[in-house]
């Protein structure tokens, strides 16, 4: 809805991410390997510069699995039998999230060379 304040749209914000965890394993997934990729990046301590990076691509990984799931439970309300279209856009979607991951798992990848190279 909107022009709520701020602390309700907060909220309501949280309640989506705690729903998008109880409910859907690959944002779960997608957080474990964001915390793990933290981890290692606490053991090589690569440049700022690569934590940023490392850090927007994890935070771009997890919104395009919310978009993800919040399409596709949209759509699965709204038209719950099969049709192409919907699985084609559904297939898009998920394109994204790997594209995403890929990219963000490229980004890691460099991080690490970099870091352990210098």
């Known amino acids: ?15 989506g991410i705690r729903f998008a965890w109880a409910e859907e394993r690959n ?4 957080v474990v390997l964001g915390f793990a990729a933290l981890f290692v990046f ?13 850090v927007l691509c ?5 919104a395009a699995e ?7 439970a949209m759509t ?10 919907i699985g084609k856009a559904k297939d898009m979607l998920a394109g994204m999230v790997l594209v995403m991951s890929v990219g963000a798992a490229i980004v890691a990848m460099i991080a690490l060379y970099a870091s352990l190279a210098a």
Do not use: C, T, Y
Not at 2 to 12: A, D, E, G, S, V
Not at 76 to 85: R, V
């Open 1 to 15: 809805m909107k022009n709520q304040p701020f602390p309700k749209k907060l909220r309501n914000a949280f309640s």
């Open 27 to 30: 944002f779960r997934l997608h």
């Open 42 to 54: 606490a053991l090589v301590r690569p440049a700022a510069l690569w934590w940023a990076l490392i």
């Open 58 to 62: 994890i935070a771009l990984v997890l």
């Open 66 to 72: 919310l978009v993800n799931s919040a399409i596709e």
């Open 76 to 85: 699965d309300h709204l038209h719950p039998g099969l049709h192409p279209i």
